[in-house]
């Protein structure tokens, strides 16, 4: 119980907050992946059939879609976790907390860095007009969610930080041996 007490105080009520905020950034950058799309100019080489592009269109945007939605998913649990105490209750679970602030690490930063590639999208390499030449609006929409998935990734690192680094007040335990409680060379 005091570890769950604990959590919610000071540094640890800052990185639960962080965790949080990760969580709902993660959502908006979904969101506004999800709802980026917009009507090219003319017959551009990336137009679809019905003469709009979507992140749909872009398996690099499907994935940055799906790593934005699982790491929601991830950090929602890594807030249970924090919040109920169980993430230093067994090393099971510390373990697996740290797993997931990995796996959610790696996720937001891949997505905030192909959202941000979004100008290449539509080139293939060659000097023809990309996407955003003649989308660019969906290419705005694509580069917020970006840097809202570079800012939840911010968040993340932010809270671990807190969580991690030891504050100047806190001391170190005296190394206490035997029975006498004393230290390792107390003579009585």
Known sequence: MARAKSSC?????????????????????AVMTATAAAQPAGDAPTSTSSGSVSYSDYSSFRYSLAATV??????????WL??????????????LAELVDTA??????????????????????????GVCATAGAFCLRVRV??????????????SLYLKDVPVS???????????CGHGCHCHH
């Not at 109920?84 to 067994?90: I, L, T």
């Open 70 to 79: 699982i790491c929601a998913a991830l950090q929602a649990a890594a807030v």
């Open 169 to 179: 007040d806190e001391r170190k335990p005296e190394l206490r041996c035997g029975p």
């Open 145 to 158: 969610s970006g840097a809202i998935s570079l800012s939840a990734g911010v968040a993340l690192s932010a």
């Open 82 to 95: 924090e919040a109920s105490g169980r993430a230093g209750d067994a090393k099971a679970a510390a373990s």
């Open 104 to 129: 959610a690490q790696v996720l937001l930063y891949s997505s905030a860095a192909l959202s941000f590639a979004v100008d290449d999208f539509g080139t293939c390499g060659r000097r023809v007009a």
């Open 9 to 29: 105080s000071g540094r640890g009520g800052a990185s639960l907050a962080l965790r949080i905020a990760t969580v709902a950034l993660s959502v908006a950058s």
